[in-house]
Every structure is written in C-alpha cells, then in structure tokens.
C-alpha cells in the first residue's frame, strides 16, 4: 500500500445502526465455544503497529455476553443503549459514554435490556489470554449472591 | 486498592457535555508547546496494564488541534460534533463515529466546524515518541495543494 493509498482509506465512515463501511460485521464468537446471546462484533482498529485493539461490540435486546474472565483488562465505552454489566460481584447500570474498566481476573458480563440493545466500545491488548469460563463452584459462589443470582439469571 | 475496591470504581459515569465522574478535564497539551485552539483533553483509560491509551478530545467550534506527525499511530472514533481532519494530503469531513487512522509520520490536524464543537475518542501506545511539528519547508510543501492550504487558514 502506497502512502497515498493510505491517506484515502484513513477514513471509514459510520453508517447507519453502528455499522461502519469497510468493517466487517462478524459473530461475536465461535458459537459452540461458551455460552452468549445475541451479539455482534465489528473490529474497528486492528493493526500490528497498535498494541491495543479498538472493537465494537453489540447486544440485542435480551442479549447477553459470556460469562468469563482473564488476565487481560478490558476498557469499555458504552456508545449506545442501556443494559448492565456484572463486573466482579458488583453490578452497574449502563447507559452511553459510561466508562468501564474490568481488572486482571474479575469474573464479567454484559446484558443488554429488553427494551433497547447495548452497544460498546472494547479496548483490550493485541496480545492477551483466552478466556475462561466459570466451573460449577465458581458459579456456586457468584450465585450465593442474591443480585448477582438475579443478574444471571437475566433478571435486570 | 483490595479487590473490592476495584469493582466499586470498575464504572465511571459520564457527565453531562461529555465530561466524566473521576476523569480530569484538561488543557490539550502545554500552551507554549505548539499551536492549537479551544481543545481539551481527557484521558478515559491509562493504566500500566494495558499497552493503549484511550483519550477523548473536544475541539470547540473554530478551534483546532495542532498540525504534527510522528511515529505512533492514531486510532480515532469520533463521538460528537461536527469537523474536519487533514490526514497526509487529504481532507475528511467529520461526523459522529466516522473511524480515522493516522499513519505513522503523516502530518494531521483536527477542526471543528463553526457551528459545533468536534469531540473524540484516540487510541495511542502508551510507549510512543513526541510530536514533530511542521518546519517552513514542511508547510510551504504541504500549502502547495490549494485545498490544504484553505484547510490550515481555517477556511473549512
């Protein structure tokens, strides 16, 4: 690619239901790997140059995201809708531009509401772990919360 | 900061006028340092953990961000507002959540319209080198393209 030829792709513009042109819109993840509902993935920023990566993702209404946790850390920004997130044993209502930030190891899911999707913004390391998923005595112990039990269960 | 802790402030709420719970609203960068106008900053995600940062920009309408190149990248998501950016020789109109990459060492500048301020997001390495800024050789080679030199007078 020439430096002119970059110039003219530097721009990608939004169209319209938070997809933008030239982005890819993918499934979240491999559908047999984990448990999730409902939500997509557009990776916005993917560069060997960038040690970050930029992606979008979205929950339908009624969606939700996996269960799991990492070494890596996510930083999030909510660009639209609201739903909530379980972060650790803490559970936040979302709403746009809110700002999360999930440590090293903290068990979390996002879950859209009935009535609108969640829509976010996901900056993780280019190189990170894979998740892992809760085994029946991690869940056990989220669970031996009442709220986080409710959140789970997708009563937010 | 016990494990607790950090659940309680994984969240941070956006404000009104895209300001922040617990994010400090900034100058841009140091007056002398280079020319700019109206522009602050807030960084949203800076944290040793992760190799990006993740910054938000708001340009007030007529102000601008300076004209520089370096050697890290940009990743940009525009999230409020209306403007322009010079990307190498090109000239992009702006508008809510249009993507903008800026290659290594291609001069860039951000404005806003007139009429409304330009905000957004801007990913970076944490570990990045310094701003270059233009020399009269750079500027007269850049102000030969007609359209760029109305860019950099403000006319947009």
Redesign the interface.
């Known amino acids: 690619m020439t ?2 030829d ?9 169209g319209d239901g ?1 997809r ?1 042109e030239g ?1 890819e819109h993918r499934p979240y993840k491999d559908a047999e790997s984990a448990p999730f509902k409902a939500i997509s993935r557009q990776n ?2 993917s ?1 060997p ?4 990566e ?1 992606r979008y993702f979205e929950i339908e209404p009624g969606g939700f995201s996996t269960l799991e946790r990492h070494e ?2 996510h ?1 999030v ?3 639209r809708g609201l739903g909530q997130c379980l ?4 559970i ?1 209502a ?11 190891w ?1 068990w979390h899911q996002f879950r859209a509401s009935e009535a609108a999707p969640l829509g976010f ?1 996901c ?1 993780v ?3 990170r772990d894979r998740p892992q998923l809760p085994s029946a005595q991690d869940l056990a112990a989220l669970r031996a919360d009442p709220a986080v039990a409710r959140f789970l269960d997708g009563n937010i």
Do not use: C, Y
Request: proline share 2%; aromatic share 6%.
């Open positions: 430096k002119s970059a110039e003219a792709m530097s721009l990608r513009r939004a938070f933008w982005v916005l920023f560069d140059r960038l040690l970050g930029l890596h850390m930083a920004v909510v660009l972060v650790g044993e803490k936040h979302l709403q746009s531009h809110d700002l999360i930030a999930i440590e090293p903290t913004l900056l390391n280019s190189a």
